[in-house]
C-alpha cells in the first residue's frame, strides 16, 4: 500500500484547508486509514480515523472542526479543517491500518501553518 498526502500549506487562523490522501496497491486489504498530526517538539497525535464501514473519529481537540471523509472510487480520503487555529500547525500525515497492525503503512507528511 502506498500513500500519497497532499493539500497542506499556509493558512490564516479562522480559515479552512482540505488536505487528500490517494491510496494505491493492495487497498483492497486496508481496513483503517487516518491522519496524524506532529507539531515541534510535541509528540504524533491521532487527529482523525475513518474505518472501512465509515465509522468516524476524532481526537478532542478538531471534534466540530475537522471532517474525515472517503471518496472508495477515487481511493482517497479527505480532511477538512475548518475554524483554524495556530495550534493546528503541524506536519500531517495519513496513515493506513492493513491486516491487524495499527498504521502500518504512512504517507509522506504535508506541513500546514496557521498565521495568527
Known amino acids: 500500500v502506498q500513500l500519497q498526502a497532499s493539500g497542506g500549506g499556509l493558512v490564516q487562523a479562522g480559515g479552512s484547508l482540505s488536505l487528500s490522501c490517494a491510496a494505491s496497491g493492495s487497498i483492497f486489504s486496508i481496513n483503517v486509514m487516518g491522519w496524524f498530526r506532529q507539531a515541534p517538539g510535541k509528540q504524533r497525535e491521532l487527529v482523525a480515523r475513518i474505518t472501512k464501514g465509515g465509522t468516524t473519529n476524532y481526537g478532542d481537540s478538531v471534534k466540530g472542526r475537522f471532517t474525515i471523509s472517503i471518496n472508495g472510487a477515487k481511493n482517497t480520503i479527505y480532511l477538512q479543517m475548518n475554524s483554524l487555529k495556530p495550534e493546528d500547525t503541524a506536519v500531517y500525515y495519513c496513515?493506513?491500518?492493513?491486516?491487524?497492525?495499527?498504521?502500518?503503512?504512512w504517507g509522506q507528511g504535508t506541513l500546514v501553518t496557521v498565521s495568527s
Open positions: 496513515a493506513a491500518t492493513v491486516g491487524i497492525d495499527p498504521y502500518n503503512f
